[in-house]
């Protein structure tokens, strides 16, 4: 399995940019997708999940109302829509794809998770 994200820059603070990861490897519409980040000096936290069937997601409460989670299972791929950025949003993303095969299960910790992208950077100046 692999992934490959993408997307990421330097972004001023009320912008936008959209994070992109694609998979190959596995039945891309059996598991779910996250997307984690990690900012300097701090432990991956999750940012958001989407099911394989795409109609359940979750969001971290700092990123609700902010970032869109969807994916194209036509091709593979899954999108973190990220608007009205804040500085504090500068993290390294990864996306991940779960453990375990499910249409709706999704998963908030980076345990349900097998198989994890490179990290895409995004860095946010006020």
């Known amino acids: 399995v692999q992934l490959q994200a993408s997307g990421g820059g330097v972004a001023l603070a009320g912008g936008s940019l959209r994070l992109s990861c694609a998979s190959s490897g596995r039945p891309f519409s059996h598991y779910a997708m996250a997307w984690f980040r990690q900012a300097p000096g701090k432990e991956r936290d999750f940012v958001a999940v989407?099911?394989?069937?795409?109609?359940?997601?979750y969001y971290e409460d700092a990123v609700k109302g902010r970032f869109t989670i969807s994916r194209d299972n036509a091709v593979n791929t899954v999108h973190l829509q990220m608007n009205n950025l804040r500085p504090e949003d500068t993290a390294v993303y990864y996306c991940?794809?779960?453990?375990?095969?499910?249409?709706?299960?999704?998963?908030?910790?980076?345990?349900?998770?097998?198989?994890w992208g490179q990290g895409t950077e995004l860095t946010v100046s006020s």
């Open positions: 989407v099911s394989g069937s795409a109609d359940v997601t």
């Open positions: 991940a794809t779960a453990f375990t095969s499910s249409t709706r299960e999704v998963h908030t910790t980076a345990r349900g998770y097998r198989y």
